[in-house]
């Protein structure tokens, strides 16, 4: 599967995007992942969401304010953002996994990583 993120941009702090995730296959195979690296940083988890049941799990920093969800129907995530912050700048990847330990936030466990999308917050 081939994974193709979009949505990013200019944005305010304060103010919301929504990333999209779009698939060459069939995403209710796999759980996907958002994940982001901002310049000289590592790069880290953001959201998943359960391949199945549509469980979501997300980092700390942005519990509350990022909403990850699904359409199987169109092989696409979202990452909806609210209440953004200057740190949330980074460039946002999406990926799939197999793992059972999908939840854990590690980027090991996750593959077929897109190009990613930029996102800028501005104070």
């Known amino acids: 599967v081939q994974l193709q993120a979009s949505g990013g941009g200019l944005v305010e702090a304060g103010g919301s995007l929504r990333l999209s995730c779009a698939a060459t296959?069939?995403?209710?195979?796999?759980?996907m992942g958002w994940f982001r690296q901002a310049p000289g940083r590592e790069r880290e988890f953001v959201a998943a969401i359960h391949r199945s049941n549509g469980t979501p799990k997300y980092a700390d920093s942005v519990k509350g304010r990022f909403t990850v969800s699904k359409s199987n129907v169109k092989n696409t995530v979202y990452l909806q953002m609210s209440s953004l912050k200057p740190e949330d700048t980074a460039v946002y990847y999406c990926?799939?996994?197999?793992?059972?330990?999908?939840?854990?936030?590690?980027?090991?466990?996750?593959?077929?990583w897109g190009p990613g999308t930029l996102v800028t917050v501005s104070s």
């Open positions: 990926a799939t996994s197999s793992s059972v330990q999908w939840y854990s936030g590690s980027d090991s466990l996750y593959n077929n």
């Open positions: 296959g069939r995403i209710a195979n796999y759980h």
